[in-house]
């Protein structure tokens, strides 16, 4: 299930049912789980670890050096984890030593063409990026995220579980979970309900998660002030709970 004309090295480790197709170039210190399908003219150097039943596309590079200047040969990695479908022209870059070495791609996403993920960037499950969607370096995205196309996202950002990214949002702050963004600077534009109901989330939930974005952004408190009457309101939910660290923890300051 190698096409002749693929190049693989001696030290790649392909497991059984991979198909990798004419012309893809795997290199050295790369790991392919089983049933992961390859096609044409793809590019895929190591060290990378890519899981079982994934789909990558043609003319999508994976594993390359990091577009960073201070990168100087280091050994960081890239992991891809299972069954995420990586479309075509994508590049992933592999980590750098100034942050924790890896590029983490998880399981279930769905990655469009021309997608750029940038080293030391963090992604979940779950995810759908759009058309050209990018990363900077150190960026975080948290489970069940949406980038809708020509997304940019600047270095050392995150986006909290189920928020979701207008076409063209340019996001250089946080932005908290199942909140919506848009616009060149992004700016909230309420809760992302709708994704929140396909997802299952109860009336209840989503009621309690509308009054927390109502105090964070129609309430006129203090971003301080708000967090404070979020974490009341997180005793009763959970899901409001999630929104409630996430604020603590913010380094970035969040989206407003």
């Known amino acids: 299930m190698i096409d002749s004309q693929a190049i693989i090295d001696p030290s790649a480790k392909i497991a059984p049912g991979v198909t ?3 012309y893809s170039i795997i290199g050295p210190d790369v790991e392919i789980g089983e049933d992961t399908w390859i096609g044409p003219h793809v590019i895929i150097n190591g060290p990378t670890k ?11 590079s994976l594993g390359e050096v990091p577009q960073d200047k201070k990168y100087n040969g280091e050994p960081t990695t890239l992991e891809i984890g299972d069954r995420n479908v990586i479309r075509e022209f994508c590049t992933f870059s592999r980590g750098t030593v100034q942050d924790i070495g890896v590029t983490r791609l998880g399981d279930d996403n769905w990655i ?3 997608v750029h993920i940038a080293h030391d960037c963090q992604v979940g499950n779950n995810t759908i990026f759009a058309n050209n969607a990018t990363l900077a370096g150190h960026v975080n995205i948290d489970d069940y995220v ?3 196309g020509f997304t940019l996202v600047h ?11 207008a076409m063209g949002s340019a996001i250089s702050k946080d932005v908290p979970p199942y909140v919506l963004v848009s616009g060149h600077m992004a700016k909230p534009f309420g809760l992302n309900s709708e994704g929140l109901k396909r997802r299952g989330y109860s009336t209840e939930a989503i009621s309690a998660l509308k009054k927390a974005y109502k105090l964070l952004y129609r309430s006129n408190l ?3 002030e708000a967090k404070s009457e979020i974490d009341v309101l997180a005793a009763e939910f959970e899901e409001v709970k999630i929104m409630a660290e996430f604020l603590k ?8």
């Open 112 to 114: 469009m063409a021309y």
């Open 50 to 60: 890519i899981g079982r039943e994934n789909k990558i596309f043609q003319f999508s």
């Open 155 to 165: 270095q050392f950002c995150t986006l909290g579980v189920n928020s979701f990214t």
């Open 249 to 256: 923890n913010s380094k970035r300051g969040i989206v407003r």
């Open 146 to 148: 949406i980038l809708g």
């Open 222 to 224: 203090s971003f301080e």
């Open 20 to 22: 990798i197709g004419p």
